[in-house]
């Protein structure tokens, strides 16, 4: 398997736009993650999913952000507008299972997609 | 909000050294793991952790999950240079969905 796909792999734009981030969660896991990291907060979880029905979205910060899962194998994080306290590296994760039973049910990591809002 | 304590925050070392960090938290934890994050990527797994007292290793790493099963250590033996990079400690509380938290990092650099 490829792993968790994440695209674009770095963002930049200005503020007021509207970003949208996506993820391509490893085939067979149900569950998908978004994550965003920044030095003051480290990683912190925004919102997950579970066979495509979001489940916890505590973690999201504002009414900027969404989120949507329309199918098994892509998932979007929106940001609209935009600001400069955005900028942050965005992970999408995903695991076959939420309980983690053994090392087949933890979380696999995509790459991120870095995004600078100028 | 539950919070994990990792560390230390940063370490420099030679290469050959072993290095130790660690992670704690206030409340009873049901599941440990350690992550290591390179410059670019996503954080990857090292090592899971799923019962109190349990000593794993992988390669050159080592992890234990404490017995009060508030923490967890990672050791690395012989470092070397491509050891670079931050690690870091996940925990799912119990009681909780299964949600991870994670602890602040701890950047390892290696001298050659």
């Known amino acids: 398997d490829a792993g968790v796909i994440q695209s674009p792999r770095h963002e930049v734009t200005e503020m007021g736009q509207e970003v949208t981030l996506r993820c391509k969660p490893i085939?067979?896991?149900?569950?998908l993650f978004w994550y965003r990291q920044t030095m003051m907060r480290g990683l912190e979880l925004l919102i997950y999913?579970?066979?495509?029905?979001?489940?916890?979205d505590s973690g999201m910060p504002e009414d900027r952000f969404s989120a949507k899962m329309p199918n098994a194998s892509f998932s979007t994080l929106k940001i609209q507008p935009s600001e400069p306290r955005d900028s942050a590296v965005y992970f999408c994760?995903?695991?076959?299972?939420?309980?983690?039973?053994?090392?087949?049910?933890?979380?696999?990591f995509g790459p991120g997609t870095r995004l600078t809002v100028l | 909000g539950q919070q994990l304590n990792q560390s230390p925050q940063s370490m420099f070392i030679q290469e050959g050294e072993d290095v130790s960090m660690n992670c704690t938290s206030s409340s009873i934890f049901n599941t440990w793991l350690w992550y290591k994050q390179d410059p670019g990527e996503g954080p990857v797994l090292l090592i899971a952790l799923y019962k109190a007292g349990e000593l794993t290793s992988n390669g050159r790493l080592t992890a234990q999950f404490g017995i009060t099963r508030k923490d967890s250590f990672l050791n690395i033996s012989a470092s070397i240079p491509s050891d670079v990079g931050i690690y870091f400690c996940?925990?799912?509380?119990?009681?909780?969905?299964?949600?991870?938290?994670f602890g602040q990092g701890t950047t390892l650099q290696v001298k050659p």
């Open positions: 994760a995903s695991s076959k299972t939420m309980w983690t039973s053994d090392s087949t049910d933890t979380q696999y």
């Open positions: 085939s067979g896991h149900d569950y």
């Open positions: 999913f579970n066979n495509n029905v979001p489940i916890d």
């Open positions: 996940a925990g799912q509380p119990i009681g909780n969905t299964g949600k991870l938290i």
